[in-house]
């Protein structure tokens, strides 16, 4: 029995696994410049950030309908459950799908068919967390904050995801500022490729409640004491990290001293699909190449569920 825990770094686009990617091709007479699945599998070799994104940004073409959302949060939702997940905090990402022409609610109405009925088919609690691109204007976030207006009962909280270097998190603060206006819980990626300055900025700018990825606070060890006192959850993605050049190699992730420095960490997948894992993925992943015990892995899995927003979101919804 794999350990109960949630998932709070997982990009919902980022599960598109590539028979799906075809699947969806197919149905909708998109072309993919690809082959095949194993054609597709071999453009995995990612340098970089960047290099992911561009792949990550090209297979979306193929979701243009309700239910091309609909049958991407499925298939995730089965993979997460069969790992033990039992709750979900999802990003998505609606400029990357606005600007190709399909709409917000499109992508949540889509996002929300499979996600209503997950506790029940699945085992598995969702949330949603709609993530602005740091690599688009701050005006366009605002605008995209506007677009989701309609379907705000439907989202918990705001993000900001995509390429992080040279587009800090003060570039959104009044996106952020409004969002917080409107009840929405607020994360950021800081700390992935970027400096440890950017996560600062994201707790003092944006006033987020949690940092995703957050890895290199490990160049500062003030920003360490700060995160440890104040109990900033950290969702980090060690074979993301891998495959994006984070890290060299596996043994060398410092989740281990991160967690003996007392930071409040949690493990998650990131992009399972392009990265080589679902959450239990990096769960044994770590076990094995970080010498994890028992032990840590169970303070690990009870982070997940700490760090999470679910009794917030409750009373939110209540209100
Ligand atoms: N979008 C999807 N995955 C991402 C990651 N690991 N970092 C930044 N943006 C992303
Ligand atoms: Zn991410």
Redesign the pocket.
């Known amino acids: 029995m794999p350990l109960p825990k949630a998932e709070l770094h997982l ?1 919902i686009e ?1 599960t598109l696994e590539p028979e799906l990617a075809f699947e969806l091709a197919a149905r909708n007479g998109v072309e993919l410049p690809y082959a095949d699945t194993e054609a597709l599998r071999t453009a995995y070799r990612f340098e970089d ?1 960047q290099s992911f ?1 561009d792949l ?1 940004y090209e297979l979306m073409a193929v979701l243009r309908t309700e239910q091309d959302f609909a049958d991407l949060a499925n298939a995730y939702l089965a993979r997460a459950a069969a790992q033990g997940v039992r709750h979900a905090e999802i990003f998505f990402d609606p400029q990357a799908h606005l600007t190709r022409g399909v709409g917000m609610g499109t992508v949540v109405e889509g996002l929300w068919r499979a996600l209503e009925h997950s506790e029940r088919e699945h085992g598995v609690s969702t949330l949603l967390i709609m993530c602005f691109l740091r690599d688009e204007s701050a005006e366009s976030a605002t605008a995209t904050l506007d677009a989701a207006k309609p379907y705000l009962d439907r989202i918990t909280g705001i993000g900001l ?2 390429a ?1 270097v040279g587009h800090p998190p003060a570039k959104f603060r009044e996106v952020y500022e409004a969002a917080a206006a409107l009840g929405l819980r607020r994360v950021a ?1 800081a700390g ?1 490729e970027g400096p440890p300055e950017y996560v600062t900025e994201a707790l003092d700018v944006l006033g987020v409640e949690r940092v995703d990825h957050g890895l290199r606070c490990m160049e500062d060890p003030a920003l360490v004491q700060r995160l440890v006192r104040e109990r900033i959850p950290l969702t980090l ?1 060690p074979l ?1 990290n891998v495959r ?1 050049r984070a890290v060299d190699v596996l043994a060398e992730h410092p989740l281990p001293a991160m967690l003996d420095a007392g930071l409040l960490c949690t493990v998650n997948s ?2 399972p699909a392009y990265f080589g894992g679902y959450a239990g993925d990096n769960f044994d992943a770590v076990r094995a190449a970080l010498g994890l015990g028992e032990e840590r892995l169970r303070e690990l899995a009870r982070n997940s569920f700490v760090a999470s927003f679910l009794e917030h979101d409750e009373e939110r919804r209540a209100r």
């Open positions: 990009h980022g950030l994104l990550y995801d995509s992080e990626h992935e993605c993301s994006l990131d992009d």
